[in-house]
């Protein structure tokens, strides 16, 4: 299927960025406002402590925030967490659950990642699910399989209005410098439309599939033309405002 979703460009920042970071974010406003905009969508996702003055600072352009992750109650005795609901609150219309990270440092099962997609639902946020294969397990030829498999616990059902995204980050591509190859992404990225359009119809063939793992400006152009690539998941290189925009223009 041709790419004719508008990509999206998405940073995670990590648990990386002070305040003096803030004038990285200032610049993606400004630039995505400007005469020479990218033709995509761009998000960017700080750390908590930086998200509502990303917010201000991106308020009179079309720069999207979000967050990195979220509880899956609304409020409660939770220390520390934050819910769905206060990101919204404070400006946030995305949010990252499932990140290979918070699976292998926080245990999170696929269950709890549809908990939060959930939470991230009700609460007005877009949730960016977040699947993606060990290194390990592509060896062994499981990709797909364990994929579809992460896809069946984590994606919840939706309502008519309600939309995802999914990010396909292999997680030995991650902050490595290794990437998959074009070939391996375009079946990734087949096999996981293919799961959307069965489960969700008609949004599924609209439903942005992101593939995140080591995108830099030098090789954003080539991976994001491929099918069914409807936009990145950058971490290290969505640090910096101009290697970010570099990717958002190649998109
Ligand atoms: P890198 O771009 O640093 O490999 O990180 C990818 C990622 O995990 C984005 O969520």
Not at 27 to 47: H, N, T
Not at 147 to 170: K, M, T, W
């Given at each position: ?5 508008r990509p999206l ?11 003096a ?7 993606m ?23 509502a003055?990303?917010?201000a600072l ?8 979000g967050?990195q ?8 005795a ?5 819910s769905?609901e206060?990101?919204?609150?404070a ?40 699947v993606?294969?060990?290194?390990a ?45 074009p070939?391996?992404i375009?079946?990734m ?14 949004k599924?063939q ?17 991976i994001?033309a ?26």
């Amino acid at each position: 299927m041709p790419n004719t979703i508008r990509p999206l460009i998405a940073g995670n920042w990590k648990m990386n960025g002070l305040r003096a970071s803030l004038r990285e974010i200032r610049a993606m406003a400004e630039k995505v406002s400007g005469k020479d905009r990218p033709d995509c969508d761009v998000l960017v996702c700080p750390p908590a402590t930086l998200l509502a003055e990303a917010v201000a600072l991106s308020a009179d352009s079309p720069l999207a925030t979000g967050g990195q992750n979220c509880h899956v109650a609304r409020t409660g005795a939770h220390t520390g967490d934050v819910s769905a609901e206060m990101l919204a609150d404070a400006g946030a219309r995305f949010v990252i659950v499932g990140h290979s990270e918070r699976r292998s440092d926080h245990g999170e099962t696929d269950g709890v990642v549809q908990a939060k997609a959930r939470a991230a639902l009700d609460a007005g946020l877009v949730p960016i699910i977040c699947v993606g294969e060990t290194g390990a397990q592509r060896l062994d030829a499981l990709a797909i399989t364990v994929v579809e498999h992460q896809l069946d616990g984590s994606v919840p059902q939706l309502q008519e209005n309600e939309q995802i995204v999914i990010a396909y980050e292999p997680v030995w591509a991650i902050g490595t410098g290794e990437v998959a190859t074009p070939a391996d992404i375009l079946r990734m990225h087949a096999s996981i439309r293919d799961w959307l359009v069965s489960r969700l119809a008609l949004k599924g063939q609209e439903t942005r599939i992101l593939y995140g793992g080591s995108v830099k400006p030098e090789n954003a152009a080539e991976i994001l033309a491929l099918a069914n690539v409807n936009g990145g998941l950058v971490g290290g290189a969505s640090l910096k405002a101009r290697d970010f925009l570099a990717i958002a223009d190649a998109a």
